[in-house]
């Protein structure tokens, strides 16, 4: 008996609750999502499943993938540019085994753009998505699922103060990721920040057009940051069709935000 309760409570540990969003922290924000433009949204839906066991959710008009940690969302629109040489250079994904992952890459036609050993010490990949998406793999072989979110990487002039604002705005919490010493984390998600000698452009329309949070209590929290200064694109609104809350601005360096309540129950 104590064997099938223990074998019932690994596999509820290893089924869809790991792929839930992160309990928010005490401002009651978590990270939410990756929201990319992409040419053929098929292709992407596959891509997601094959490579990173995504689950596929679809609400209404909204079609998103479920990951441990987050969702990617999928617009079908034809992006203005690859996510590099964007604020927003990429976002990465802990793996439980980085070689098995390029491998099926590889076999799939797609291109690995380079393998390294991470700031974190481990063994560490980039790979170009359809589209010019650009995606870090760092390999944590004690992982129980295949794949998990783990960072978005921002490249602007100005990062430290970007990061010190990030901290502010939803009280993340600064940490040296390895040797980086420039990231803070939020649940589900680090925010690592690097300096750009080039220039970036804002991302909305590239292929990683924006970024998400996860709000309780959102509409008091954009009353918050509207006190604050902020100035939304689109305010707070309900959309029964995709059961979600939303609002959008932009941060200082050209990343465009959305903030969400709604998504944990994807």
Known sequence: ??????SALALFLTLPAQAQLASPNA????????????????VHKKLWVDHFDGV????????????????VVLTERAPTGTSEGSVMDHFGFKVRNVAEVLAAWRAAGLEVQSEFT????FDNAYLIAPDGVKIELQEDVTLPVKAQAYHVHFFTGGHIELMEWYIDMFSAVQRARGT????ADVPGINLSFNGSRAERVPTQGRAIDHIGFEVDNLEAFCEMLEARGITFQVPYTEIASIELAIAFFTDPSGVRIELTEGFDKY
């Open 118 to 121: 991470g700031a974190e010490g």
């Open 1 to 6: 008996m104590r064997f099938l309760i223990a």
């Open 27 to 42: 401002a009651g924000v978590s990270f939410a999502h990756v929201h990319l433009n992409v040419a053929d949204i098929e």
């Open 56 to 71: 596929v959710v679809v609400k209404g008009p909204l079609t998103t993938v479920k990951l441990p940690g987050m969702l």
């Open 180 to 183: 980086h010493p420039n990231t």
